[in-house]
T-cell receptor, first 114, second 115 residues
């Protein structure tokens, strides 16, 4: 079965610290990869996406992610976090071979201390 | 924002009663999904649809059924609600075809409480 693993459930950082959130998925083949963010009390918003091409993807608010096919990974990074980045972050994967089911990881709650 | 409307936005119901949640889209996207969100579990897929009358189960489908009689509407039914189904439910839509491949767009969510 498809699965998506996010390595850290809670992360606490100080402002200006660098961020890396891990995401691994369990299957090969052609995949579409996503990172979503959910601010408190709100619905999910797309941060960035990978469909094909350059494996280094840039998204909104200074976030980027790198697709490493050999490692089945799609890690999210930001060089310098801000207090406003406090939110929950979700990695998600969609694959043609699995009927385009969109499967999410369990999420990482990021708290940025000012 | 993508044209997705979930109704109701909030509902309190009693154990054993049937409940139907509605997701309505105006984007004509083929794929529609129902998720539940619970602390520590992220978003778990309940059911999804890949076209009118075409649906499939997700990872937590027990106790839930769905129907899609029109492209724009995807209904989630709890036949006999239980307290374990207290959750926030999100609908999402996306498109995947040769000329258009999109991310998922989410509705605002429905907070369901089963007492």
């Amino acid at each position: 079965a498809q699965s998506v693993s996010q390595h850290n459930h809670h992360v606490i950082l100080s402002e200006a610290a660098s961020l890396e959130l891990g995401c691994n998925y369990s299957y090969g083949g052609t995949v579409n990869l996503f990172w979503y963010v959910q601010y408190p009390g709100q619905h999910l918003q797309l941060l960035l996406k990978y469909f094909s091409g350059d494996p280094l993807v840039k998204g909104i608010k200074g976030f980027e992610a790198e697709f490493i096919k050999s490692k089945f990974s799609f890690n999210l990074r930001k060089p310098s976090v801000q207090w406003s980045d406090t939110a929950e972050y979700f990695c998600a994967v969609k694959a043609w071979e699995y009927g385009n089911k969109l499967v999410f990881g369990a999420g990482t709650i990021l708290r940025v201390k000012s | 924002d993508a044209g997705i409307t979930q109704s109701p936005r909030h509902k309190v119901t009693e154990t054993g009663t049937p409940v139907t949640l509605r997701c309505h889209q105006t984007e004509n996207h083929r794929y529609m999904y129902w998720y539940r969100q619970d602390p520590g579990h992220g978003l778990r897929l309940i059911h999804y649809s890949y076209g009118v009358k075409d649906t499939d189960k997700g990872e937590v489908s027990d106790g839930y059924s769905v129907s899609r009689s029109k492209t724009e509407d995807f209904l989630l039914t709890l036949e006999s609600a239980t307290s374990s189904q207290t959750s926030v439910y999100f609908c999402a839509i996306s498109e995947s075809r040769q000329d258009l491949n999109t991310e998922a767009f989410f509705g605002q969510g429905t907070r369901l409480t089963v007492v």
